[in-house]
């Protein structure tokens, strides 16, 4: 789902968008899909495949004035962390120099200006929310 869901909604909204001239697509991909996590192969790489197309349909659309990005957050404090057992979310937190979790709003915020008129020359992007543990 991760990877498929994602190719196939940005397939069905693309054409209108490249019709209009304008579009913004923005997929949440995942630090796992850039740095992996131990123990979820296949997330991290569907997440890693979701990279890989937001980085060549940011490419194949730069032309169109439609933009494909993506960000990819660490640990975000959300329903399914809190119920986590303590010693994964421990284990998650140990990588992340600021270890603590995200916040929903710091990850609004740039969900906010990537998909906003203000990111005109961003695309084929993925944006890190990862506290300090992806530095590269």
């Given amino acids: ?10 397939k069905a909204v693309l054409p209108s968008m490249t019709a209009s001239g304008y ?8 630090i796992a899909g850039k740095d992996g996590n ?9 997440k890693a495949g979701l990279v890989g197309m937001v980085k060549a349909m940011g ?10 990005n993506a960000i990819a957050p660490a640990v975000i404090r959300t329903q399914m962390v809190d119920e986590m057992p ?3 979310v421990d284990y998650m937190l140990s990588r992340i120099p600021m270890n603590r979790c995200g916040t929903l709003d710091e990850v609004a915020e740039p969900i ?17 929310l990862s506290g300090g543990r992806a530095v590269y």
């Fill in 59 to 68: 490419k194949e659309y730069a032309q169109t004035g439609v933009t494909i």
């Fill in 86 to 88: 303590e010693s994964q």
């Fill in 23 to 30: 579009g913004r697509i923005l997929h949440v991909a995942s």
């Fill in 38 to 46: 131990a123990g979820m192969v296949s997330y991290s790489a569907s």
């Fill in 1 to 10: 789902m991760n990877l498929r869901g994602a190719f196939i909604l940005s």
């Fill in 112 to 128: 906010s200006w990537t998909v906003s008129p203000a990111a005109s020359y961003t695309t084929g992007f993925v944006f890190d």
